[in-house]
């Protein structure tokens, strides 16, 4: 199993592909942290991923938030022992999908979650300086 031993955290995994994203990882051997704002959909996430035999925990957090971004990696980092993957998949079509009729302040927010530093690269900073 190519993931034996290795840590993995994704963001949305209380849902749709960060879903079916940790349940693969696990498959292969993985530990999870399952990430997301809604506890009850990522604690299903968890329970999904140990059918399979594997360990997972979930961490409630907002990756547009710098402190959530890293108070998820200091858990997973606290938990586990260690971090291997981030699999940056928290994402939104956002308020308002029409993109010529939405707000810069909806523009704005979208992208904060789909490809801001803090959504997007920061968790991959961590999980790297985590490393050494
Ligand atoms: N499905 C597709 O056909 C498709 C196509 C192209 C791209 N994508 C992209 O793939 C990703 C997953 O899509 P999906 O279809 O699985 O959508 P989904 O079921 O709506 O999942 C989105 C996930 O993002 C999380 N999320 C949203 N805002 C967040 C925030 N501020 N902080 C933390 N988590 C946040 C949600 O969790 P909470 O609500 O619990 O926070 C949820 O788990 C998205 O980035 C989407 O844009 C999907």
Same mark, same amino acid.
């Given at each position: *199993?190519?993931?034996?031993?290795? #840590? ?9 592909? !960060? ?7 696990? =498959?292969?051997?993985?530990?999870? $942290?399952? $990430?997301?704002?809604? *506890? ?5 996430? $968890? ?7 594997? @360990?997972? &925990? ?12 890293? +108070? *998820?990696?200091?858990? +997973?980092?606290? #938990?586990? !022992?260690?971090?291997? &993957? +981030?699999?940056?998949? +928290? ?5 308002? /999908?029409?993109?010529?009729? =939405?707000? @810069? ?5 979208? *992208?904060?979650?789909? #490809?801001?530093?803090? !959504?997007?690269?920061? /968790? #991959?900073?961590?999980? $790297?300086?985590?490393?050494?």
């Amino acid at each position: *199993m190519i993931l034996q031993d290795k #840590v993995a955290l994704v963001t949305g995994g209380t849902s749709g592909i !960060g879903r079916a994203t940790a349940i693969a990882y696990a =498959q292969q051997q993985a530990k999870v $942290v399952v $990430v997301g704002r809604r *506890m009850d959909e990522g604690e299903e996430t $968890v329970r999904l991923v140990q059918e399979t035999g594997k @360990e997972a &925990i979930f961490v409630q957090a907002d990756v547009t938030k710098e402190a959530d971004v890293e +108070a *998820m990696v200091d858990k +997973a980092v606290s #938990v586990f !022992g260690r971090l291997d &993957i +981030a699999f940056n998949n +928290a994402g939104t079509i956002g308020e308002n /999908p029409s993109l010529i009729e =939405q707000t @810069e302040a909806e523009y704005d927010r979208t *992208m904060n979650v789909n #490809v801001s530093f803090q !959504g997007y690269l920061r /968790p #991959v900073s961590l999980v $790297v300086r985590q490393r050494g």
